[in-house]
T-cell receptor, first 110, second 114 residues
Framework: DAKTTQPPSMDCAEGRAANLPCNHS???????VYWYRQIHSQGPQYIIH???NNETNEMASLIITEDRKSSTLILPHATLRDTAVYYC???????????FGAGTILRVKS | GAGVSQSPSNKVTEKGKDVELRCDPI?????LYWYRQSLGQGLEFLIY????????KSGLPSDRFSAERTGGSVSTLTIQRTQQEDSAVYLC????????????FGPGTRLLVL
């Protein structure tokens, strides 16, 4: 079973920041938080991951709370092409198997 | 560079027939994973390979499902005596190593069992 809880859907205006929350209250000390997204009819795409520090890359930022029980994925300037299902996954660094939940459907609207 | 490729992209078969799905991972990636996504469902892990060996087959739903990988590259997922509930998108992913965090997914094979 997935160890994360995400809202089923969110809307965001084009050009605005999209903030996607994820709860993972039972996360273990050796587990990382991973984010993937799946655009319609495509395979999932890796976005970002982190352990306890905030992370940023060219796609997004990941903010993890100090107690690591929740996190937020931030797309700083959402575009229509960011419309997708976003999956938050917790997994050990060497866990190899990704357990996907239902994810959040993000709709970016013009 | 080339990503993960899968073939066929679409497959329609009759109940009871066998099907083979193929995955070509990114060159040099030693780890390969199979998932499936049924209509309206999330992604479900099936099996993974490290090289040619499959340490974790826990996700295979029944003994009608099998997978092999030869030469540390191409993998084939075989479904024998297909059933209608096998209809799904079968996704393959690869990573540089098992302990490498990023899995790169292919476009999937859409299987429809009539």
């Amino acid at each position: 079973d997935a160890k994360t809880t995400q809202p089923p859907s969110m809307d965001c205006a084009e050009g605005r920041a999209a903030n996607l929350p994820c709860n993972h209250s039972t996360i273990s000390g050796n587990e990382y938080v991973y984010w993937y997204r799946q655009i319609h009819s495509q395979g999932p795409q890796y976005i970002i991951h982190g352990l306890k520090n905030n992370e940023t890359n060219e796609m997004a930022s990941l903010i993890i709370t100090e107690d690591r029980k929740s996190s937020t994925l931030i797309l700083p300037h959402a575009t229509l092409r960011d419309t997708a299902v976003y999956y938050c996954i917790v997994s050990p660094r060497y866990g190899n198997k990704l357990v996907f939940g239902a994810g959040t459907i993000l709709r970016v609207k013009s | 560079g080339a990503g993960v490729s899968q073939s066929p992209s679409n497959k329609v078969t009759e109940k009871g027939k066998d099907v083979e799905l193929r995955c070509d991972p990114i060159s040099g990636h030693t780890a390969l994973y199979w998932y499936r996504q049924s209509l309206g469902q999330g992604l479900e892990f099936l099996i993974y390979f490290q090289g040619n060996s499959a340490p974790d087959k826990s996700g295979l739903p029944s003994d009608r499902f099998s997978a092999e990988r030869t030469g540390g590259s191409v993998s084939t997922l075989t479904i024998q005596r297909t059933q209608q509930e096998d209809s799904a998108v079968y996704l393959c992913a690869s990573s540089l190593r098992v302990d490498q965090e990023t899995q790169y997914f292919g476009p999937g094979t859409r299987l429809l069992v009539l």
